[in-house]
């Protein structure tokens, strides 16, 4: 009797061990984490430029919302200038002083020489002497209050900056009359060459995935014969991510890659869902 239970028991077993075996590969399959047949599931993933202004001020202007499309040098917020744009009427009025100084210096340098022989004469000789180190000062000065001046131009424009890329709106932070604080953001701009794809591929695979080689991805309502580059392949293993409740597919470490889609392709949000093909043996 005993015998006759071990019996059922051993063959019990072998059946569980024998279906694992058989329906291991199609439910990883359907996990997109099969091997040499399956395909590796992931999402898109958009890098944002956080726009944001290098002083303290209030927002005046923000003529962008969220969701618009936007064009290289569109502006896309003004903090109040009124404190810069003095500051730049104060250095081209003194840039304006400097030059005349200047501009006199040189003057009088040349009605100088002209009454050279005259000075010898009269050995003031020394006040001659005197002059080219005045204009150089002068010189000096001009240059300085040049340099003051495009640097108040440049915290002018940096209250109210254009947009660096043609992109998308992602998100904005702050509504016209609110404080922002120095470099915090008032936007976040998606250009669209910076749409990557994060997708995971099983240790067993990962050997095959190569630096700058291309691979096939599909997503719903996407055309067909979409083309990503891979531009990055983690070095480090991970668990599958939590997304797959999967005992099985759960303890399955899994290498992440990224891959840059084809500028040319269709626009793809960023979070929308994946499928990459196999890699190339």
């Not at 019990?12 to 359907?30: H, Y």
């Not at 000096?140 to 002018?156: C, E, F, I, P, S």
């Not at 404080?179 to 936007?187: E, F, I, L, S």
Request: net charge neutral; aromatic share 6%; charged share 25%.
């Amino acid at each position: 009797m005993k015998r006759r239970a071990l019996l059922i028991v051993v063959a019990v077993i072998f059946a569980v061990s024998a279906a694992g075996l058989l329906w291991r590969g199609p439910l990883l399959s359907a996990l997109g984490f099969s091997g040499e047949s399956g395909r590796y599931l992931g999402y898109v993933e958009g890098e944002t430029s956080l726009i944001a202004p290098p002083i303290a001020g209030r927002l005046v202007q923000r003529p962008v919302d969220r969701g618009v499309e936007v064009k290289k040098g569109d502006r896309l917020f003004v903090i109040d200038p009124v404190v810069a744009q003095a500051e730049v009427a104060r250095t081209e009025g003194a840039l304006a002083e400097a030059r005349s100084r200047y501009e006199n210096a040189e003057s009088m340098m040349r009605q100088l020489r002209m009454r050279q022989s005259s000075l010898i004469a009269q050995e003031k000789v020394n006040e001659l002497a005197a002059r080219p180190d005045e204009i150089a000062a002068a010189k000096a000065q001009v240059d300085q209050d040049h340099a003051n001046l495009d640097q108040a131009k440049k915290r002018l424009d940096d209250l109210m900056p254009g947009s660096p890329e043609d992109g998308l709106i992602e998100n904005t932070f702050f509504n016209v009359g609110e404080w922002v604080p120095a470099g915090t953001p008032v936007v976040s701009l998606l250009p669209p060459f910076r749409v990557k794809l994060r997708f995971f591929v099983p240790q067993e695979d990962v050997a095959r995935a190569q630096m700058g080689e291309t691979v096939s991805f599909t997503c719903d309502s996407c055309p067909p014969d979409l083309k990503a580059r891979i531009i990055y392949i983690s070095p480090r293993s991970e668990f599958t991510p939590p997304v797959i409740y999967s005992q099985t597919a759960r303890t399955k470490l899994v290498f992440l890659i990224e891959a840059r889609p084809e500028s040319t392709q269709t626009a793809l949000p960023p979070g929308l869902p994946i499928t990459v093909a196999p890699l190339a043996k």
